[in-house]
């Protein structure tokens, strides 16, 4: 009996807790869920906020690079560049492109100067910009040399109008003009490093390559001494190929796999070279826009000049050699 009574008051005291239970549960629900909904609407604020400053490129996720292992995804920081006064924002429709022919035109420039007292090689910057504004009007969208190798070979995931602008001699204002105006228009670069002027004054430093990196910029070499490649004994060649690109790699910690060719420079052998020192494509001179796997160790660079009308340009870009 004194068992049947304690388990009486127990179950009377299990009823009750599980009331009192289920009452506490019920609030803490309502608090927990009331907590959740405004957290979603801040969240969703934020959001908000941030797709006003998106950039205008194409989707990152998107992009992959094919060959450049150690190429460190665009920092969440390039959103917050002020891309709101430009209009419209061509939106990129990724397509797979390739295997074959691919058409991309590939631009070269080495200086970009405010009021350049020569315009040999270099371009003014108002004049660059203006022709970074027609590219952008125009739906053009930057990929890398890697980017375009993949498509050339095996096919790959490119954006509608594919262009690379390519830097020559790492030339210190293409940090100060050239990457920042570009930046802002969502394009990404190659720049062209030559391997002994890695620290000398005026040109890239070791810690503004590696910020261009960052930002979706491709490195590549434009051997150790600048000098011309054909005109070079084997064991120089070697140097130029090789051993600028293991250098560069030492110094900014960026794998390098695209070489250009000092002045354009080249013959036959050269590309066999290139492609023996480890690099995956090379690029020298020329006027073509497409480019197929018998072009990959000279792939061909329209250089644009420091005076040329915006007309000239899209005629350029258009594969016209003579606009
Ligand atoms: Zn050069």
Not at 117 to 129: G, N
Not at 143 to 148: C, E, G, M, S, V
Not at 239 to 251: C, H, Q, Y
Not at 290 to 312: F, V, W
């Amino acid at each position: 009996m004194q068992i049947l009574k304690r388990l009486s008051r127990q179950s009377f005291s299990n009823k009750s807790f599980s009331r009192w239970t289920f009452r506490r549960l019920r609030l803490h629900s309502c608090l927990i869920f009331f907590l959740l909904l405004s957290g979603c609407a801040e969240a969703g604020e934020i959001n908000t906020s941030k797709s006003n400053i998106t950039s205008p490129t194409a989707p990152s996720a998107s992009i992959t690079a094919h060959y450049t292992t150690s190429s460190p995804t665009p920092p969440a920081t390039l959103t917050a560049l002020p891309t709101l006064t430009l209009t419209p924002c061509p939106t990129a429709t990724w397509t797979i492109i390739g295997p074959g022919v691919v058409r991309a035109p590939i631009l070269l420039y080495h200086h970009v100067l405010p009021d350049p007292t020569s315009t040999s090689y270099a371009i003014d910057a108002r004049l660059f910009k203006d022709q970074m504004d027609f590219l952008y009007q125009h739906g053009y969208h930057t990929i890398t040399l890697a980017q375009l190798r993949e498509a050339i070979m095996h096919g790959n995931r490119l954006p509608f109008n594919p262009i690379i602008i390519t830097f020559d001699d790492g030339n210190l204002d293409n940090y100060e003009y050239a990457f920042p105006c570009m930046q802002r228009y969502g394009f990404t670069g190659t720049e062209y490093i030559v391997a002994n002027r890695l620290k000398s004054d005026g040109f890239l430093s070791i810690s503004q390559l590696q910020e261009m990196a960052a930002a979706g910029w491709e490195i590549g070499s434009h051997s150790m001494t600048h000098a011309n490649p054909t005109q070079v004994s084997p064991s120089q060649l070697r140097i130029e190929l090789l051993d600028s690109r293991l250098r560069l790699e030492k110094e900014l910690g960026i794998e390098i796999r695209t070489f250009a060719y000092p002045f354009g420079s080249y013959i036959p052998e050269l590309a066999r070279k290139a492609e023996k020192y480890g690099y995956f494509t090379a690029v020298g001179l020329g006027k073509g826009v497409s480019h197929g796997s018998n072009m990959i160790y000279y792939l061909e660079r329209i250089e644009i000049p420091g005076t040329i009308s915006i007309k000239d340009f899209k005629a350029l870009l258009d594969g016209n050699s003579t606009p």
